[in-house]
């Protein structure tokens, strides 16, 4: 990225997360001014050392569910000298925790949606197959673990869960198999879980994906209502940005990106004529948002020789207009919910 005149390197952060597109995120904000930026996945901080970096005269407003990230920020605040407030919530309610701290309107949110490196680098959090751990997954601390859907969830919606969320096509081998083991004990660690996951699930000779990937992967979205809260973020993020003020998003798998993609085109008037994803709901609504990349921005090669867990990143940005905002999308929930729960008990 071209450093802009006038404007501050972005220097890389010594976080231990390494924080992907960074210079593509502060490049689609266009950080200028006196203005806010919410940063809704504060993580280690990358992207707002960043910002802080970008404009002398900016403020952050950062969020973060998870209360090690709150603590672990606590030096960055100090350093940022009163630009930079963090606050312990959810991104879903970026809109509510702004208008809480002052800080609304504002002129941009940047939203890192999954899993940080340091969440799946600890063992106790119980993200990861890598490492043997408590069977746990919550990013907060609040609500049912892994272990509790695993043990408790019928076995035709752990299917549900793993094949949907994971993208697991032998979810019902997986489910079943899980189902067998907790009759002779309680699933209660990650490398319990991934053994079983292995028993049933082949990868391709050579392939660097390990069996529990996607089963990980399912279970994680569902602990943490990681779709639903992407929903709630959008809808969020057109309500509390000023005229001209931009979202950018980071998504690192389909699921995530379908979701993103589908919403900004229909506030864009990008899907006047509907699509599988989303049908069209008549009339079509004000255009509330306006497309600031053109498609996807992807990690180019020296990003992913630095940070392979880039590879499957993607950043899409758009622009809030002057139009109202629209009603909330509904038909949009239907990409973060399972089929049963949105077509009244269909089963896939």
Known sequence: MKARPGRAPVPASDAPHIPVLLGEVIDALSPAGEGVIIDGTFGAGGYTRALLAADPALQILAIDRDPNAIAGGQPLVAEAEGRLTLVPGRFGDLDALAEQAGKGPVSGVVLDIGVSSMQLDTPERGFSFRHDGPLDMRMGAEGPSAADIVNETDETELADIIYHYGEE??????????????????????????????????????????????????????????LGELVRALHAAERVLAPGGRLA????????????????????????????????????????????????VLPGEAELARNPRARSAKLRAVA????????????????ASLPDQRRGGARR
């Open 249 to 296: 998003v980071v998504t690192f798998h389909s699921l995530e990106d379908r979701i993103v993609k589908q919403f900004f085109a229909a506030r864009s008037g990008r899907s006047s004529h509907g699509s599988r994803h989303l049908p069209s709901q008549g009339a079509p609504e004000p255009r509330s948002l306006q497309p600031v990349t053109k498609g996807p």
């Open 320 to 335: 809030r207009t002057d139009a109202p905002v629209p009603p909330p999308l509904s038909a949009i929930e239907t990409l």
């Open 169 to 226: 096509r032998r979810s019902r081998a997986v489910a079943r198999a899980i189902h067998e083991a907790r009759r002779r004990g309680r699933i209660e660690t990650t490398a319990q879980l991934a053994e079983i996951v292995a028993g049933v699930v082949r990868v391709e000779p050579g392939s660097h994906i390990h069996p529990a990937t996607r089963t990980f992967q399912g279970l994680r979205i569902a602990v943490n209502d990681e």
